[in-house]
């Protein structure tokens, strides 16, 4: 063994080599292979699978009804007469048309 002054200390040298000497005697057990269950662990997988989609299916997610009974507030940005960008404020029941807010761009330029 070298100790820090990087000398050789003949008593850890032989303290250690007295160690390994009965280590090397030691019988070292053979440990028996553990079987493998995979056909356990896919009936598992599956079971998990089931439950999901039997869960899925008793307790559908509710659906929410979306009324349109009520006013819907559109505002949008004209030009006027003077060419000045003005708010327009319109208040309907339902959206029947819808322009698209890049259709501008195929008419100005």
């Known amino acids: 063994m070298k100790t820090a002054d990087k000398s050789r ?5 032989e303290f250690f080599a007295a160690y390994r000497r009965q280590d090397r ?10 079987p493998k269950n995979i056909r356990k662990r896919t009936l ?6 089931a439950s999901i989609s039997i869960a899925l299916f008793y307790f559908p ?3 929410e009804d979306i009324s349109l ?22 208040t309907t029941t339902s959206m029947d048309i819808w322009e698209s807010p890049t259709e501008s761009l195929l008419t100005e330029f």
């Open 25 to 34: 005697h030691l019988s070292i057990p053979v440990f028996p292979k553990s």
């Open 69 to 90: 009974d009520r006013n819907l507030l559109i505002i949008s940005l004209e030009k006027n007469e003077e060419q000045d960008p003005t708010i327009v404020v319109t």
């Open 9 to 13: 200390d003949p008593v850890l040298e």
């Open 44 to 49: 598992a997988v599956l079971g998990i699978a």
């Open 61 to 63: 997610k509710a659906e």
